[in-house]
Each structure stands twice: as structure tokens, then as C-alpha cells.
């Protein structure tokens, strides 16, 4: 009976427990549905913030209304249509970019969601950061509740944005004699007044001969009308150039300005380089920039944009109706940027770009004692007005489909310098004592291995004089004497007097280039490759500019001067590269190279100057016997008074051509204006 009586009272709790765990069950469930639902809702505001800030950031304004209530436009005195006017006009406006948003946070609140972003952008004054917004959104949030703060904290209805930019004037970039490379010059900006295109076909019409006749696109003039600022009666350039145009077509106008503009063109294009407008990728890059603003694009322009470009100044604050200020987001005070003056002589920068006759090669001029560079140059080139005023498509793809690559900076790409580098093998050798300038070499033919171990190959050489002695070798050019004395001094000789002069060192020049290299590894590895370093080819690699640097050390009694390029710096030098006696014995050599009817470099008496040269051949050939692409030099200097040093380069010459016959104007010109 008592047990009778437990089993009935086991069996009684038993559903109670399972009502209470079901109620349980269902307070959970309804919690967590409640959980999950608060969750969407928010992600769905979340989702909604961040779609009304990417149409402000895209540009994309006419999408802005669908994400705002209607009542709330209403009770702010807007519409759809005039909040997206009004977002168009003050981000067109002021030039806005590369906005982004950071730390989107959604709440719950008593009548709905709040929500706040922080909000960075760039004006056309710089970098605006860290505006700090907030607002609500419906219950359900799909919408905003907007009001005029979201354009800009602590904007009232009736507000209004003052926007005023003084525009920096970049720095001009001058020759030693204060003659412009750089200038802010008269220009000529070619571009029309939408009112007076007419409409439908005649507008049409009108539009398509003017796109041809600026070398442009119908879609890029529509584009340039379409922008924000754009209004029926403004002035919309174009193209800019820096001549006035013969003709242009109807509707089309011509107003002059003020712009970049590069006086010797062509002749100084790789050095100076151009500029261009402000991109979003270098906004993204760089926060200091303005939009709208320039940047260097290349050269100098570039290398020393920071200096040149200064600052743009101006005001960016929220006004009321009565234009009284009420908040400064930005105030940028301008600052101009600087002029910067070059070592560069004009008149020597354009000779020397003419001697090339446009063909591909270098010239690079020098005033030894001093390292000022006098002449800078690259051949072919290009027109950096063109760049920088807007460049038709055509004349873009000539520049980039041509084999002889015009936008190559040859003066800073590395090349095996030929036989003008014999003159650094020989006083290495001089001063390690291995080459006795007297001592005469039996050297017999053309052409000479050290043993069979070299296989086929063989050096060559031009002139079969025997016997040789170290001016012989340098009057001739002559490369089996030099392989030879290289040989002897041996590898760690030769090594340890190259590393005294510029091998692996970085220039300090505003100029981009690899350091010069003696090889690809730190050993040769090979009597071939040691041989042929000794007359200046194998992996040997400099540029023009760090060849004339080289052999500075010439003109200056052994010590190496550093070139330098803004006439300001300071002049660098190493001093006791090589010995005095060395530099005295190889200077009447290289004097003979002139001098000596056989010199290598005899045409140059016909100057009547006195000089000191070396020619040289660098041959880039796929077989031993062929003839290959070959690259010539000429390194001379004023023999008399070391004022002057010149390195003329030219590219895979064609027979019966040398950097010594193009070199000759500018020799002359140094010669009347720096002895």
C-alpha cells in the first residue's frame, strides 16, 4: 500500500516537470529568437549606414534619397531631389575623395536605433579627418531619420558650406644661370560654354569636331560637361597646349593661363620630368595632397615634389543663411613652394641634346673639380608639354611603341663602358706597380688567348702594332695588351682598386639608379670574364653619369669628386683614389689619344683645343665572330685647365659614326665658356 502510494506520487511530478521544461524551452526559444532578431535589425542598420556612405563616397548622389525617410527630408525643408543637389553641390564643391568611414556602431535606443561613424576625406585643401556623425534610423532600421549634421557635423537646416582655396604656385625649377627648365608659364586652355553648344544634333555635332579637332573623345568631352561644378555659362577647358591654335572649330574658345610649361622640351624631358593632377591613388597614397592640386610625375618634377609643389591655403567652414561663420572644419594657411636651381647650363643641355641627332644615347657634361653636372641628357626623348597639358591617344602610342624607348632615362641606366675604362685598369695597375708604362709587349695578329684552356675564345683587337706599351695600348685602344696586364695583376689587385673608386655605392643624386658593378658576383670565377673586365666589358655595369664620376679622378690629380645636381649642395670627393704620378702618367697618354695621328681620338685636333680623351667600343654580340650591337663612347676633359669633362654615349652606332664626331659642338661650347 505505501509503495502503491510513491509510485502515484513519482508518477504526478513527472509531467510537472515536463511542463516546466517545455515553458522553459520556450522562454529560451523566445529569448533567443529575440536575441537573433535584434541581431538582424542591426546588421540591417549597419548595412544601411554603410550603403548611404558609399553613394557620398562614389559620387553616386542621386542614390543618397532611398536610404533617408521621407518625413525626415520633409521636416528639414528637402526633397529627394534637393538633398541630392545639395550633396552633389558641397562634395563636387570642395573637390571631395578618398572618403572612408571607420567604427560604424549601431544601438539600440528608446524610439528605434542610433547610430555613429567617423568619416575621413580629402578636399582640395588636404586631408579632413576624423568628422564625427551620428543619427537614428527606424525601427526596423532600413532607413535614416536624416537631417542636415550628416553632411557635416553641426549643420543646421539653412546652413551652407564656405569653400575658398588659394592655390600654391609650385616652385620653378632653374638652370645656374636662373634660366627656366620648369616654369609657370603662359598657356592656352582650348574649351567651350555648355549654353552655347545648342541641343539635340546641332549639339551633337558640334561636340564630335571638337573632339577631333583636340585629338579627344566625344565620351571625354561629355564627361568633362557632365562634371559637378559644371554650369550652362562657366568655362569648360578641355585641352590645354602652349601655343595658340591656327583655328578651332565653332563653339570651341581659347583662354590663357598660367600652367607648367618645360622651355628646352625634348632636350631636358628625362631629367626634368613633367606633372600631372592629383589621382585618387595618390590621394590614397598621401594624405597631404589636395585634390585637383599637381604632383610631380617623373624626373626632378618628381624626385623633388615635396620642395616644389608647397602648399594650397584656404578655408573650408559651415555659414548660416546670413554667411556668418559658425564652425571651421579646415583652414590650411598657403604656403608657395620653392625654386629650386640646378648646376645644369642650359645652352649645354640643349647642344649636347642635339650632338644626338635623335638617336639613342647619352650625353653627360661635367665641371670636374666641382662635380656640378652641366649637362644631363637622353636620346630620343619626348615632349613633356604634352604630358603635362594632356596628351592626345596618338601621340601617347608613338611615344610607347617606339623600339628606342624615348621615356628611357639613358644617362642613369648602366651599360658596360668599353674601352674608356681602360684608363682606371691602367692606373690600377700603375699603382699596384704590376704595369710598367715603359715595358713593351711582343703582341702579334688580332686576336689572342692565354692557353687552350679559354676553349674558342679569344680577344680581339683592332690594329695589329707590336710591339705595346701602356701608351701604345691607349692610343690604339688596344685590348689584348690590356687583358694581359690584367691578368697579371690578378683578381684580388684589380678588385681591391676598383672598390676604391664608386662600385656599390648609392649617389646622392635626386636622380633614380642602381650602383655601378664590377660583377654579378663578388668573384669572377673565370680568366675569360677577368680578362675582358680589364678593357671594360664582361659584367661591368655604369651609367653614364657614374662612367664621368669614374674619371673624374683625372682631371683632379687623383682625388674622385662626386657629382652633384641642385647648386646648393655641397661638394663630396675621395680623396687619393690613385696616385698623382699615376694621373700625370695616364693624362699624357690620354692627351696622345687626341694628339697621335693613329689616336683613336684624333679627329678631335681639328678643335684646335687642348684635350685629354678615350674612345671606346662596347660590343654586344651572340657569337664570337659576328658583328654585334655596338655601343660608343668618348670621355674627355680640358687638359689645360680641367674645367670642363665631357661622356658622349651612343647607342648601337651604325658604321661610320661615333660619340667623338657628335661631341664635338659641345666641346666647343665648354671650351669658350668653361676654361
Given at each position: ?660 664626331e657628335l661631341a664635338k659642338e659641345l666641346l666647343t661650347y665648354l671650351q669658350a665658356t668653361y676654361q
Amino acid at each position: 500500500m505505501q509503495r502503491s502510494q510513491k509510485n502515484q506520487k513519482k508518477s504526478t511530478k513527472l509531467p510537472i516537470i515536463i511542463i516546466v521544461a517545455v515553458v522553459l524551452l520556450g522562454i529560451a526559444g523566445f529569448g533567443g529568437y529575440t536575441v537573433y532578431h535584434a541581431n538582424q535589425v542591426k546588421k540591417a542598420g549597419e548595412q544601411t549606414v554603410k550603403k548611404f556612405i558609399a553613394a557620398i563616397s562614389d559620387g553616386k548622389y542621386n542614390e543618397i534619397p532611398k536610404y533617408l525617410t521621407d518625413a525626415s527630408l520633409k521636416d528639414n525643408g528637402f526633397t529627394a531631389e534637393t538633398v541630392e543637389e545639395k550633396y552633389q553641390n558641397i562634395f563636387s564643391g570642395i573637390n571631395a575623395s578618398n572618403i572612408k568611414a571607420k567604427d560604424i556602431q549601431i544601438e539600440k535606443a528608446d524610439n528605434g536605433y542610433e547610430f555613429s561613424y567617423t568619416l575621413s576625406l580629402n578636399t582640395g585643401l588636404g586631408a579632413l579627418k576624423d568628422q564625427k556623425y551620428s543619427g537614428t534610423l527606424t525601427e526596423d532600421n532600413q532607413k535614416i531619420n536624416w537631417t542636415p549634421k550628416l553632411i557635416f557635423p553641426n549643420m543646421d537646416g539653412t546652413d551652407k558650406v564656405s569653400y575658398q582655396v588659394s592655390s600654391a604656385t609650385r616652385g620653378e625649377i632653374l638652370d645656374r644661370n636662373d634660366q627656366g627648365l620648369a616654369v609657370n608659364g603662359t598657356v592656352y586652355q582650348i574649351g567651350v560654354i555648355p549654353n552655347q553648344l545648342g541641343t539635340g544634333d546641332e549639339r551633337a555635332q558640334k561636340i564630335s569636331a571638337i573632339a577631333d579637332s583636340i585629338g579627344s573623345t566625344t565620351e571625354a568631352v561629355n564627361s568633362a560637361l557632365e562634371q559637378g561644378w559644371v554650369q550652362d555659362d562657366f568655362f569648360v577647358p578641355l585641352k590645354t597646349v602652349n601655343a595658340t591654335p591656327d583655328s578651332v572649330p565653332e563653339g570651341v574658345e581659347v583662354h590663357q593661363a598660367t600652367g607648367r610649361t618645360y622651355p628646352l622640351g625634348e632636350a631636358a624631358a628625362q631629367l626634368i620630368g613633367y606633372v600631372g593632377k592629383v589621382t585618387a591613388e595618390d590621394l590614397e597614397k598621401n594624405d597631404e595632397l589636395a585634390a585637383e592640386s599637381l604632383i610631380g610625375r617623373t624626373g626632378l618634377e618628381r624626385a623633388l615634389d615635396k620642395q616644389l609643389r608647397g602648399q594650397d591655403g584656404g578655408l573650408l567652414a559651415i555659414v548660416d543663411k546670413d554667411d556668418t561663420q559658425k564652425k571651421v572644419l579646415q583652414e590650411v594657411r598657403k604656403t608657395d613652394g620653392e625654386n629650386v636651381k640646378l648646376t645644369i647650363d642650359a645652352k649645354a643641355q640643349q647642344i649636347a641634346y642635339d650632338s644626338l641627332q635623335g638617336q639613342p644615347g647619352s650625353s653627360v657634361a661635367t665641371a670636374p673639380k666641382t662635380g656640378d653636372l652641366l649637362a644631363v641628357v637622353s636620346s630620343p626623348s619626348f615632349d613633356p608639354n604634352k604630358l603635362t597639358n594632356g596628351i592626345s591617344q596618338a601621340d601617347y602610342d608613338a611615344y610607347n611603341n617606339d623600339e628606342n624607348l624615348p621615356f628611357m632615362s639613358r644617362f642613369a641606366t648602366g651599360y658596360a663602358p668599353g674601352s674608356t675604362f681602360k684608363t682606371v685598369t691602367a692606373a690600377i695597375g700603375l699603382d699596384a706597380g704590376t704595369i710598367e708604362p715603359n715595358e713593351e709587349l711582343a703582341i702579334n695578329g688580332l686576336k689572342w688567348q692565354k692557353d687552350s684552356s679559354w676553349g674558342g675564345y679569344q680577344v680581339t683587337r683592332v690594329s695589329a702594332v707590336s710591339p705595346v706599351n701602356l701608351r701604345t695600348a691607349l692610343v690604339y685602344s688596344d685590348n689584348i695588351y690590356m687583358a694581359q696586364e690584367t691578368l697579371k695583376m690578378g683578381e684580388k689587385t684589380f678588385r681591391d682598386g676598383l672598390n676604391k673608386f664608386i662600385f656599390g655605392e648609392k649617389l646622392d643624386l635626386p636622380i633614380a639608379m642602381d650602383p655601378a658593378q664590377i660583377s654579378n658576383e663578388d668573384s669572377f670565377n673565370s680568366e675569360v670574364l677577368l680578362a675582358d673586365t680589364g678593357y671594360g666589358q664582361g659584367q661591368l655595369l655604369l651609367n653614364p653619369i657614374q662612367q664621368i664620376t669614374t674619371y673624374s679622378v683625372f682631371p683632379n690629380n687623383g682625388t674622385l669628386v662626386y657629382p652633384k645636381l641642385i647648386a646648393d649642395a655641397e661638394t663630396k670627393t675621395k680623396a687619393d683614389v690613385v696616385s698623382a704620378g699615376t694621373v700625370d702618367t695616364i693624362e699624357q697618354d690620354m692627351e696622345a689619344v687626341v694628339s697621335d695621328p693613329n689616336g683613336t681620338a684624333s679627329s678631335l685636333q681639328s678643335l684646335g683645343i687642348p684635350l685629354a680623351a678615350k674612345t671606346g667600343t662596347a660590343e654586344i654580340k651572340e657569337k664570337q665572330d659576328e658583328r654585334g650591337q655596338q655601343n660608343s663612347f668618348l670621355y674627355a676633359f680640358d687638359s689645360q685647365n680641367q674645367g670642363y669633362a665631357v661622356m658622349e654615349f651612343l647607342e648601337d652606332r651604325a658604321d661610320g659614326q661615333s660619340a667623338t664626331e657628335l661631341a664635338k659642338e659641345l666641346l666647343t661650347y665648354l671650351q669658350a665658356t668653361y676654361q
